[in-house]
């Protein structure tokens, strides 16, 4: 968005036939005419002092005299927000020329066309058409654009219009050419754009950027970059600032690092990286290819920041799970005296989502409260994801029935779907799966992601074969993901042969996030030969992401299989990888207490340990005993006794029943899935102190209360 508002800006101030600013008064030009174009020029800068002006020449006779003057008006009009008033001093002049010509109407064309006005921009082109004027080069480019930016998707005015270029043989000219490229990218039609591109027997750096552009719009990186080459070893250009942004995203798109790193050094070399756009597009690229260090330097090291380079820097942290550094950066940002925008506090609330806190998301949706913020439906959604993913369904609940039916979108749909599976209630999810069809908003792939996880995690099987089934009746062509979580609804219910399958029949190669379903179900119901197969895969696909080690190494654990554990834990030194370390996190008040499993930095870790102590010692006299397979360590029984005691999701619920109010809702949040062991307990410790424990672990919620969970017992 920033390249093209740059772009045309720049065709504004400097091509002729994207510029159709009036002319001044040449040298021989009546002193009163000069005197008024001073004025509009230097004077004018509210609308008040506009109508002043306007009326003056009107009494003085002038508008119909000097177009260029009504000209300027009718721009100045429309820049202040009053296109009414443009247009009614346009047909007023225009009504009164006895031989029109092209001039005022690509005036009031342009007017309309830069300020969103595209359905009157193209209706005032057919007016003009139906009139006998005749359009030039100065006509298209406005037109063109109107049709780029037009709502309606099954507009084709681009198509007409390109037809008219040729029937009165404008579309030669470079600056149509460029207008013609640019309209039918933002449609969408990058094949057409390029046939117009090729086409052109003359290109300037602007036509090679809005190709460029187009590319990097259309999320085609690596034919943006292709065209980047050719132009600079074909026309020996430069890329400028607004090209530097185009492809510094390109860059970002692809994750490419090593070009991240030449294209901020070209920045620098070529003394560009002081505008504000391409400082902006630099941090941008660097946090989309995972670097946040080096986009934080460029961060620091910006001269001017306005919001969206903190935007930007805020949304690299969350995306790349720091949100924790989020939430410090946010705070410096209103210290600095720059005011978030709605934009701000969307990236926040995916931040306190992502850290499962409840303190911290009231705390961000009572400052959008605060601070008038308007609230749309991305934010709204938003909110609602963020409540459903910090344990309150009930809220997200509330808040989805809210919103008058005529504004849900499908994400507001596709929220509350996932939120109800996330927590185990798929019964839920899939009658509102079924309203959302009976209130006429069609499922897209997000929908189908999200009832098939929700299947899943409530093992209705039959009911996700049917949703599956239901994607090509809804023409939704099924992807990874949506075989992932087919793989892992049938692996949960061990139906391990039928997912095998299912993988075997893709059209495409399934991807690491289907290997890894299956091999996480071989782990659940202990089948080490398929879970062979899914690991020999996944470590040819990320041979360097731990966690499919560690899972290989738990299934040959299980089945005391220790040589084999011995050869992949040397595998995974040798390659310097280290199995993700268990934490768990709790609410204390405004402050988040996080455990490690056998924590010996948490301040509180004396008097919490102590407890868990007391706390087995209570759940063994209800008919508690330790689930030792969950200790995949060649271990005497006592030290597995031990070693389960200290899972850090039971040091932080030890902690919740030690110092929060009895009435209160014990919340653990724990980057690793549940063991069975630490399931087991909760069940007793609900039971045992009439508390309700919710644990969010990487996959889903459970609900602990009165002895059972809301997943009951199916995860």
């Not at 946090?287 to 961060?299: H, L």
């Not at 005296?337 to 850290?355: D, E, H, Q, R």
Request: net charge neutral.
């Amino acid at each position: 968005m920033q390249a093209q508002r740059r772009l045309e800006l720049r065709r504004k101030l400097g091509a002729r036939a994207f510029s159709c600013t009036p002319s001044p008064p040449s040298s021989s030009s009546p002193p009163l005419e000069a005197r008024y174009d001073r004025l509009l020029k230097n004077s004018c800068d509210d609308a008040s002092a506009l109508k002043q002006i306007h009326s003056s020449l009107t009494t003085r006779g002038l508008l119909t005299r000097d177009p260029h003057l009504s000209a300027q008006i009718i721009v100045k009009y429309s820049k202040f927000g009053h296109p009414h008033h443009a247009r009614s001093l346009f047909d007023g002049i225009t009504a009164r020329c006895e031989r029109p010509n092209s001039f005022l109407w690509n005036t009031m064309v342009r007017a309309y066309a830069n300020n969103g006005h595209c359905a009157d921009a193209l209706e005032l082109y057919a007016l003009m058409r139906r009139g006998g004027v005749l359009p030039d080069n100065y006509t298209f480019p406005f037109v063109l654009k109107a049709c780029a930016s037009d709502s309606d998707p099954l507009a084709r005015g681009w198509e007409v219009v390109h037809g008219e270029t040729i029937k009165t043989g404008f579309d030669p000219d470079m600056y149509v050419e460029a207008a013609l490229v640019d309209a039918y990218a933002k449609r969408g039609r990058i094949g057409c754009a390029r046939k117009v591109f090729d086409g052109m027997t003359q290109r300037d750096l602007v036509c090679w950027t809005t190709m460029i552009t187009a590319y990097e719009q259309a999320e085609q990186p690596q034919e943006s970059l292709v065209l980047l080459c050719r132009m600079q070893r074909e026309e020996s250009l430069l890329p400028d600032p607004v090209a530097i942004v185009s492809v510094a995203s390109s860059v970002g798109q692809m994750g490419d690092v090593k070009s991240a790193k030449s294209v901020h050094a070209y920045a620098i070399q070529n003394g560009i990286l002081g505008d504000v756009c391409v400082a902006n597009s630099v941090v941008a690229m660097y946090t989309k290819c995972g670097n946040v260090e080096y986009a934080r330097m460029a961060f620091v090291r910006m001269e001017e920041r306005d919001k969206i380079s903190w935007n930007s820097m805020l949304s690299g942290y969350v995306q790349n799970g720091q949100a924790n550094e989020a939430l410090l950066l946010f705070e410096q940002m209103q210290d600095s005296g720059c005011k978030p925008n709605p934009v701000t506090a969307l990236i926040m609330v995916s931040a306190c989502a992502f850290l499962g806190s409840c303190h911290l998301g009231k705390k961000i949706h009572d400052y959008i409260h605060e601070n008038k913020m308007k609230v749309d439906i991305t934010l709204q959604n938003a909110l609602m994801d963020m409540y459903a993913k910090c344990g309150n369904l009930e809220t997200a609940s509330k808040m989805f029935h809210e919103i008058p039916l005529k504004e849900r979108d499908v994400s507001s749909w596709n929220v509350l779907i996932s939120a109800y599976g996330m927590h185990g209630r798929g019964e839920e999810a899939l009658n509102l799966y079924l309203q959302m069809q009976e209130k006429g908003v069609a499922p897209n792939h997000i929908t189908f992601t999200s009832i098939l996880s929700a299947c899943s995690h409530a093992g209705l099987i039959n009911e996700g074969r049917k949703c599956f089934a239901d994607m090509s009746k809804h023409s939704v062509m099924p992807e990874a993901k949506h075989y992932t979580c087919m793989v892992d609804m049938l692996g949960r219910a061990g139906l391990l042969g039928e997912a095998f399958n299912l993988i075997k029949s893709m059209p495409a190669s399934p991807n690491d996030g289907v290997w890894g379903a299956l091999l996480l179900a071989c782990r659940v119901h202990g089948n080490s030969e398929l879970g062979e197969i899914a690991a020999n895969n996944l470590f040819q696909i990320e041979p360097e992401h731990p966690g499919y080690y560690v899972l290989l190494s738990n299934i040959y654990a299980a089945s005391r299989r220790w040589q084999e554990v011995g050869k992949l834990r040397e595998n995974m030194k040798t390659r310097g990888l280290s199995k993700p370390a268990a934490f768990s996190v709790i609410e204390y008040g405004q402050e988040a207490i996080g455990f490690y499993t056998a924590d010996q930095l948490n301040p509180y870790r004396g008097e919490v340990y102590r407890h868990m102590e007391r706390l087995v010692v209570e759940m063994k006299t209800r008919g508690y005993f330790p689930d030792r397979s969950c200790v995949l360590h060649d271990v005497e029984d006592e030290d597995k006794d031990h070693i389960l005691n200290y899972h850090s999701e039971k040091l932080a619920v030890a902690f919740g029943i030690l110092k929060t109010d009895s009435e209160s809702t014990i919340t653990v949040s724990k980057n690793l899935r549940i063991c069975n062991d630490c399931h087991s307990t909760f069940k007793f410790l609900s039971d045992i102190y009439q508390r309700q424990i919710v644990v969010r672990d990487a996959n889903r919620f459970h609900h602990f209360q009165a002895g059972s969970c809301s997943c009951k017992d199916y995860w």
